[in-house]
């Protein structure tokens, strides 16, 4: 019996040259064939005319071969076979290259459907390699709505609904996984009757459904996964850290400024976590400049007070660098009157500090001692901390700037590090500065508890956002000019110049070389022709470690007044004098990395300016900017992002696994809600799917097929 597992191999008929067309579109089971969507349907619901033929047109003619010959084409070696068509109201050519079986298949009178591009040639219209089905017998290809699938050599789409309808047809009895209910209050079909409708529609209105209840099988899935690694996690064991009530208030009086009321509880939410035996698993999202870097430090002290480790992992030396001074900055005296200390280590420098202003440079080696004798506390660095066998043997806390998810794996690694016995997995915080839309943040990170600031620290002023044509350029650069003459300082962003603008081809590895051009050459232009008089410098991901520290040092001690960077400096860098963000070629940034670069600036009382060049003049791209001028936080704008430009380019183009069905359905919160509730409802009952062995299955499937870190 035919079941959505059976091999495509295994069926008969499907022979190796079509096992072989099949297996370059990854389609090895009859539900990888059958999950393989069309991308669109031409409509031949309506038969054309030959009278009525458009140029472009596809279309479908029933008509009559009046005559048809082949010839050969020389300079290509290609058999054309060539026919006029007739109906009632004309003729048309059709013209076929390299099927030269075509001229026995259709002689002159045959009458049937033919379905094609009308195309023109030397003035003439014709039919351009039509498909045809003679009238009498059951029609796939040129009436009603023709599914067209990603294709390629050696399995178009005509060859796909070849076979995709006996094989729908014999399918029988597929198991749901979806609880039935869920599906009928949506009002969704069945899965196989959503296959059916998908392929075989009885109008493009037909086939939403059927689309929605096939994303609703992955978002469930997805669901599915989500809630069971929570509840995995939360059975493991973990360093409750005993803080009490003073110590927190004794910290926070320490604070240089008042925490806002979000990063409050965000931090409650956060020491509630780390008081439990059992792992926290936190994203602490907040607008950038909203200081999040903060809130970790109280939750890091607290640790270190009772005697934890927590390390800081940044995804730059730059930032790693950066998180280190603001510890500094923020807890110079709190971390001498704890007799606390901590040090940055990353693999260019190590330092550590003693509190009072206190610090050193020090061997690796030594940190790495005094990490693993647990004198160290507090370890800032990049993941290279983690994997260069630094062992923590206290270690209560990771937090994670920028890196969504950690998994259970990498936790059990960290503490396997720690040595003998030790079974306590870390307490973990992830921080982002990139608003997640609501609907990533119950899907893609569902399995994360969410903690939100959705204020900025009070003094701020709103940053002024301007878009800024090319010919306002000289006016953009008279009031940086202007700005720097008051003490303040700019950013100057480049994005990479695209090796190939046309270049779809997701995998192709960007030239990192290509962002180090762009900068240059806009660093030359700055620094020699338009601000010869002040003092420009340059950063971009190709320069030395050192080099970078250099120059980001001398950018926040305010020794250069304009910094041209590539996307480097996207997140965290924090100087507050900074007061200018100008981006060029704006429009080829997404809205969530705009935000980004923006967010550098508006980090003090002085009013701050964002400049958005582009160049590009059409509606789209300029609505996009302008969305950034009026968006009123980052939740707004991701939301706006994730509609305009779809979670795939959201999520950074990641090859996430997730079919494109369900990566589109993540924008739906009805379907993202009902599967989650759904998903719940199914593990409140069965945790371990044991009463349910076929959807157990799918799930390891689906686990295996998809990674979302
Ligand atoms: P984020 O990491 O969220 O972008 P940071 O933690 O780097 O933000 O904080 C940005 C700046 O704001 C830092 O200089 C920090 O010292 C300062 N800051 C943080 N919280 C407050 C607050 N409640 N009041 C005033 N300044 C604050
Ligand atoms: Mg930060």
Known sequence: MLTLNTELAHIQGINKRLQDGLKKLG???????????????????????IADLAVGQIASVRARVAKIEMRRSFRR????????????????????????????????????????????????LYLSNPVYEPAYAETKH?????????????????GIRYLMRPILDALKDVPECVPHDVCKKLDLPSFLEALRMVHMPQSAEAAEPAKKRIALEDLFLLQLTN????????????????????????????????????????????????????PMNRLLQGDVGSGKTVVIAVAALLAARHG????????????????????????????????????????AECRASYGEGLETDLPKARVA?????????????????????????????????????????????????????????????????????????????????????????????????KVVASTDRPKA???????????????????????????????????????????????????????????????????????KAAVMDAFAKNKTNILVATSVIEVGVDVPNATIMAIEDADRFGLAQLYQFRGRVGRSSHQSACLLFTANKSAVS????????????????????????GPGEFLGRTQTGMPDIAMNALNDMELVKAARTAASDVLKKDKDLKQNPHLEERLNAFRKAVHLE
């Open 27 to 49: 389609l090895i089971t009859v539900r990888d064939l059958v999950l393989h969507l069309p991308n669109r349907y031409d409509d031949f619901s309506n038969a054309a005319t």
């Open 77 to 124: 070696n290609m058999a054309i076979v060539e026919a006029v068509l007739e109906d009632r109201t004309g003729s048309v050519r059709a013209v076929w290259f390299n099927q030269p079986y075509i001229l026995r298949s259709l002689p002159v009178g045959t009458v049937g459907n033919f379905a094609g591009k009308a195309t023109v040639s030397q003035g003439a």
């Open 142 to 158: 040129t009436e009603g709505l023709v599914p067209i699938y990603p294709e390629t050599k050696g399995m178009t789409s005509r």
């Open 227 to 278: 809630l069971q690694a929570k509840m995995k996690l939360a059975q493991e064991p973990a360093h409750p850290v005993p803080w009490t009530d003073a110590e927190r208030d004794a910290l926070l009086a320490e604070l240089p400024f008042a925490l806002t009321g979000s990063q409050r509880s965000s931090l409650d939410e956060i020491l509630a976590d780390i008081q439990r035996p059992h």
């Open 308 to 347: 934890f480790q927590t390390a800081i992992l940044a995804p730059t030396e730059t930032l790693a660098r950066q998180h280190y001074r603001t510890f500094e900055k923020i807890f110079n005296r709190a971390v001498h009157d704890w007799s606390l200390n901590f040090a940055l280590m990353t693999s």
């Open 369 to 465: 001692s005094r990490i693993k004798d647990g004198h160290l506390k507090i370890v800032i660095g990049t993941h290279a901390l983690l994997q260069k066998g630094v062992t923590f043997p206290r270690l209560a806390l990771v937090a994670v700037d920028e890196q969504h998810r950690f998994g259970v794996e990498q936790r059990a690694a960290l503490t396997k590090s720690a040595g003998h016995g030790a079974r306590a997995l870390p307490h973990f915080l992830s921080m982002s500065a990139t608003p997640i839309p609501r609907t990533l943040s119950l899907t893609i990170f569902g399995d994360l508890d969410l903690s939100i600031i959705d204020e900025l620290p009070s003094g701020r002023k709103p940053i002024i956002t």
């Open 477 to 547: 650069h008279a009031f940086i000019r202007q700005e720097i003459k008051k003490g303040r300082q700019a950013f100057v962003i480049c994005p990479r110049i695209e090796e190939s603008e046309d270049s779809d081809d997701a995998t192709a590895i960007p030239n990192a070389w290509s962002d180090v051009k762009a900068v240059t050459q806009e660093y030359e232009k700055l620094a020699k022709e338009i601000f010869p008089d002040l003092k420009v410098a340059m950063l971009h991901g190709k320069m030395k470690s050192a080099e």
């Open 622 to 645: 300029r609505e996009r900017l302008k969305a950034l001028t009026t968006a009123k936080n980052g939740f707004e704008l991701a939301e706006k992002d994730l509609a305009m430009r």
